[in-house]
């Protein structure tokens, strides 16, 4: 440890006397605040994580890769490859608080049963034929289907057809290891047959998806929404409906052209994750969003459609699959551009996630959209 003499108006002179103290201080590992304040107590939040883009191509090849030559099995447990913020060290971690991966499947193949108390979400941009296995219940991933997993709850995966499969997954890893309180336990080595179904909706999409109605003799609370796929015609219509009703001059979008939902559990119509919120926004052809900043990170992966984003002093033209982290306190603003490839409408569609529940529970959370202070 190097205590460094700050410069500033009501410091002392150095003189002996005061470098004989500072060599007190380090001999007894003791910091004093006036040589830190700077960095502990900065005027607002200054990220060490940096804005920063993967293209959905570059990732899909290399997992492809990864597919042919690398098992799947206990021990790795998954064919996850995490994204690294440059700046945070080389650890896999998108954000200082946020893990994302992509993860792969080979046709036939399974990811064996665990359990861990990081809570976790996949989220697919494209393809089908995986089942997530949670708690024995057989959940069918396919495009646009967000699926959130609730810590301690045991999950496996497989690949019921005959195509590689890939998609993203967002967990709290990060956070939860700042805050060392992880645990985790292998489970089965393997599925059972009943567990190979492949039914169109699960069990708990059975029992808890119906808008607006939950079981009278509802099971006890587990971690985080008992629904364990939010399908993606619902995300889609919900959309829809919210920019046609903008049209016809009923209230309800973001902002003009913003059209926005957020995953939320339907115990409790909060977040669907206790750490992670998730959202899906539509940004119609031609429109732009505010620019705007909150304290908290979060990461982005493009659904659908074209566009510009800007992170701060970064700005990048995006396009289906690409994924960016927007650290705490940069502002972000993203314009839809459609682009002859794109599908029918032109509009942009932008998966999010971010920790705001970690944030809002401790009373941190600030934001401000164009200079205006929330
Ligand atoms: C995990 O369990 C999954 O279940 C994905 O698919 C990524 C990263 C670290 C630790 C556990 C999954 C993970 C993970």
Do not use: C
């Not at 994204?83 to 499947?105: C, D, M, V």
């Not at 949670?134 to 005959?162: E, K, T, Y």
């Not at 997954?169 to 990060?174: A, C, E, K, Q, S």
């Not at 979008?253 to 899906?280: C, F, K, Q, S, W």
């Amino acid at each position: 440890m190097r205590l460094t003499v700050v410069d500033a108006p009501d410091q002392p002179t150095p003189s002996d006397e005061l470098a004989e103290l500072y060599r007190g201080f380090e001999q007894e590992l003791l910091v004093p605040l006036w040589t830190e304040i700077g960095d502990l107590m900065p005027p607002h939040p200054r990220s060490k994580a940096v804005p920063h883009l993967w293209r959905w191509a570059g990732l899909l090849e290399l997992a492809g890769r990864a597919g042919h030559l690398v098992p799947v099995g206990r021990g790795g447990e998954r064919r996850a490859i995490a994204l690294a913020n440059p700046s945070l060290g080389g650890r896999p971690f998108a954000t200082p608080t946020l893990w994302a991966a992509i993860q792969y499947l080979m046709p036939g193949e399974d990811a064996p049963e665990h359990r861990h108390t990081q809570h976790a979400f996949r989220f697919v941009v494209e393809g089908e034929g995986v089942w997530t296995v949670v708690g024995q219940d057989p959940v069918p991933m396919g495009r646009g289907d967000f699926l959130p997993q609730g810590g301690w709850n045991w999950h496996a995966h497989h690949n019921a057809a005959d195509r590689p499969m890939a998609w993203i997954d967002g967990l709290d890893i990060p956070f939860q290891y700042l805050t060392e309180s992880q645990f985790f336990e292998f489970g089965r080595d393997a599925i059972s047959d009943a567990e190979r179904i492949t039914p169109d909706r699960s069990r708990s999409e059975r029992l808890w998806g119906h808008p607006g109605l939950r079981p009278v003799s509802a099971p006890a609370a587990q971690t985080g929404s008992p629904l364990l796929r939010y399908a993606w015609a619902d995300t889609d219509r919900a959309l829809t409906d919210q920019l046609e009703l903008a049209d016809e001059g009923y209230p309800g979008v973001l902002e003009p052209g913003h059209a926005a939902v957020r995953y939320t559990n339907p115990t409790t119509a909060g977040d669907v994750l206790p750490t992670i919120r998730a959202e899906m926004h539509r940004i119609r052809s031609g429109a732009e969003t505010a620019p705007s900043r909150q304290t908290g990170s979060a990461v982005y992966q493009v659904f659908d459609g074209s566009g510009r984003v800007t992170v701060g002093d970064r700005s990048w033209s995006v396009t289906r699959g690409d994924l960016f982290v927007v650290p705490s306190w940069v502002p972000f603003s993203a314009r839809s551009e459609a682009s002859a490839s794109d599908s029918d409408s032109g509009a942009l569609d932008l998966f999010t996630f971010n920790d705001a529940p970690i944030f809002e529970a401790l009373r941190l959370d600030r934001s401000s959209v164009e200079g205006k202070d929330a």
